[in-house]
């Protein structure tokens, strides 16, 4: 259980043009998908939050004209790179948050994310 | 503002040995702990959480680690290392009570090398 999956795996687009990248929950839904990007050797950015049904929440410092990011349903967000610029090449990986929370004792939290396999992403 | 240290960037352990990788966070409220390993090209996968309880936890593939909350550490401990561990090893942290998003802090990661 827990699936989450990333199409492409991988990607090489011309500068300029727009790619598209699709996070999917297999098995749950998924209120709240998670965007990162990783260079390579250094750890995950957090770039976008995104809630089903509603606009994406930014980091401070990831455009969000250049980052667009659709969460139409409750299994489904998109990544789109738009105008793709060769340092937008790297490492993109979603997660996917379950609906509801998880009780453990007297704890109660959110569920965890479940990570995708991730899309390396090569802009020529 | 929350963050994740992780002081060691390599570590190379023969196969068998022990391991233990460190991790310390700084956090203003009860913290919910993550360890992930990622492959190569690959995406993270997660060995063990702790929120709440038993200060030590089991994770998958023998793993385990110890919340010590004086010493704001979460270590990762392997009593036996398996070639196949060699991997890049993230520790993460993220609020722990509902309604917190669940974002989470990752640390800059250890890249473990075993040696045969």
């Known amino acids: 259980g827990a699936v989450v999956s990333q199409h492409p795996s991988w990607v090489i687009c011309k500068s300029g043009t727009s790619v598209k990248i699709e996070c999917r929950s297999l098995?749950?839904?998924?209120?709240?998908m998670f965007w990162y990007r990783q260079f390579p050797k250094q750890s995950l950015m957090l770039m976008a939050t995104s809630n089903e049904g509603s606009k994406a929440t930014y980091e401070q410092g990831v455009e969000k004209d250049k980052f667009l990011i659709n969460h139409a349903s409750l299994t489904l967000s998109t990544l789109t790179v738009t105008s793709a610029h060769p340092e937008d090449s790297s490492f993109y990986i979603c997660?996917?948050?379950?609906?509801?929370?998880?009780?453990?004792?007297?704890?109660?939290?959110?569920?965890?994310?479940?990570f995708g396999p991730g899309t390396r992403l090569t802009v020529t | 503002a929350q963050s994740v240290t992780q002081p060691d960037i390599h570590i190379t352990v023969s196969e068998g040995a022990s391991l233990e990788l460190r991790c310390n966070y700084s956090y203003g409220a009860t913290p919910y702990l993550f360890w992930y390993v990622q492959s190569p090209g690959q995406g993270l996968q997660l060995l063990l959480k702790?929120?709440?309880?038993?200060?030590l936890v089991q994770g998958i593939k023998g793993f385990e680690a110890e919340f010590k909350r004086s010493q704001s550490s979460f270590n990762l401990r392997k009593p036996s290392v398996h070639w196949s561990d060699a991997a890049e090893y993230f520790c993460a942290v993220g609020p722990a009570f509902t309604g917190g998003g669940n974002k989470l802090t990752f640390g800059t990661g250890t890249q473990l090398k075993v040696e045969l």
């Open positions: 098995d749950f839904q998924a209120t709240t």
């Open positions: 997660s996917a948050r379950g609906v509801g929370t998880v009780t453990s004792g007297d704890w109660t939290g959110p569920y965890e994310q479940y």
């Open positions: 702790y929120f709440s309880g038993d200060t």
